[in-house]
């Protein structure tokens, strides 16, 4: 029997997480292109208090989290137990949890925050997820997630990767069979579905760290007027909202 997409992607990335950081923290463009995406999921969540990183992989983006304020406390949660090891090697103190974000084991109205950043498109019920992720917000808490933009560029990476898999090209992330590539409108009615309010939807990331190096610097400069002008060519989907009050 073939196994899940869930068991794949669990596989995957334990397979992967000794060189996770390499790509997204150990080189130069791959660190610049985190640290954007990561600016933008702390902009649209509480500056202090508990959060919850869903896919928190090896706990790059609890380190900005923690590092850029005080009065914060997080915990992480990823579906890879080889990805949890990396984190806790990172952050000891920290809780973390092996688990499906699409039911979360938390108490309801636990998390001023929760954040997403790389993991939402291996989803395979997004909506059920985002309604647990309700459940367990307090009345007024944020959330925020990066997730894969559906464009004219990304839409021709599921058969590159299938490629690179046939030819045993390790790499981070599962194109060839996992990854959803959402549109602005697609993401804006599961938050609303949800039940979440303020919802807002905005593109990031023109400068992808798979573009060699001189286009990587080229398109870093045109990035800002790229995400404000021409939306649609950036590779990211940023997708925040609140949880209603009481």
Do not use: W
Request: net charge neutral; aromatic share 12%; glycine share 8%.
């Amino acid at each position: 029997m073939k196994p899940s997409v869930e068991a794949r992607v669990q596989s995957h990335y334990d397979d992967i997480a000794d060189v996770y950081d390499q790509r997204y923290d150990h080189r130069e463009r791959g660190r610049i292109y985190y640290d954007h995406i990561a600016g933008a999921v702390l902009s649209k969540i509480h500056h202090e208090g508990h959060l919850l990183d869903i896919g928190c992989g090896t706990g790059l983006f609890l380190d900005r989290y923690l590092k850029e304020g005080t009065n914060r406390t997080a915990t992480g949660i990823d579906i890879s137990p080889g990805m949890i090891k990396k984190a806790q090697e990172r952050y000891p103190y920290l809780p973390y949890v092996v688990g499906n974000a699409e039911m979360l084991p938390f108490e309801s109205e636990t998390f001023d925050s929760i954040s997403s950043l790389l993991a939402f498109s291996y989803l395979q019920n997004p909506g059920q997820s985002l309604h647990d992720c309700l459940r367990v917000l307090i009345p007024g808490g944020r959330l925020a997630v990066c997730t894969l933009g559906k464009n004219i560029f990304t839409s021709s990476l599921p058969a590159l990767y299938s490629i690179g898999a046939k030819m045993k090209i390790r790499r981070v992330g599962v194109g060839s069979f996992a990854e959803h590539y959402y549109s602005a409108k697609e993401m804006y009615d599961l938050l609303d579905r949800a039940g979440f309010e303020e919802i807002e939807i905005f593109r990031c990331s023109f400068a992808h760290f798979n573009l060699a190096g001189p286009l990587f610097m080229i398109a870093k400069k045109v990035e800002s007027f790229i995400e404000d002008n021409i939306p649609y060519l950036a590779y990211n989907l940023i997708a925040a909202g609140k949880k209603p009050e009481k």
